[in-house]
């Protein structure tokens, strides 16, 4: 059974940094992509950031040049870099795994305060 944990959620002042972490049970390789999805209150859940199983990278345009995504493959960890956060980016973050289906984390809270 797949299973998602995520890590690394919090208070940070806007300008901040945070690193996400999401440790998969199973292969990362098993998946076409690996994603960040984020859902503020009243808001659709949205995709951050994604990498496939071969390394490409995709990012919303609100987060380009802010945050990256990364994985460490050995120990089957997606990481999410983020910095220079601001308070538009306080939301409840998502790690996906994605192939024929979509498996999610339970999610983190991030607070980005003005």
């Known amino acids: 059974q797949v299973q998602l944990v995520e890590s690394g959620g919090g208070l940070v002042q806007a300008g901040g940094s945070l690193r996400l972490s999401c440790t998969a049970s199973?292969?990362?390789?098993?998946?076409?992509?690996m994603g960040w999805y984020r859902q503020a209150p009243g808001n659709q859940r949205e995709l951050v950031a994604h990498?496939?199983?071969?390394?490409?990278?995709n990012y919303t345009d609100s987060v380009k040049g802010r945050f990256t995504i990364a994985r460490d493959t050995a120990k089957n960890i997606v990481y999410l870099e983020m910095n220079s956060l601001k308070p538009e980016d306080t939301a409840v973050y998502y790690c996906?795994?994605?192939?024929?289906?979509?498996?999610w984390g339970q999610g983190t809270q991030v607070t980005v305060s003005s």
């Open positions: 990498i496939s199983n071969r390394g490409a990278t």
């Open positions: 199973v292969n990362i390789f098993s998946f076409l992509f």
């Open positions: 996906a795994a994605i192939s024929y289906k979509t498996y």
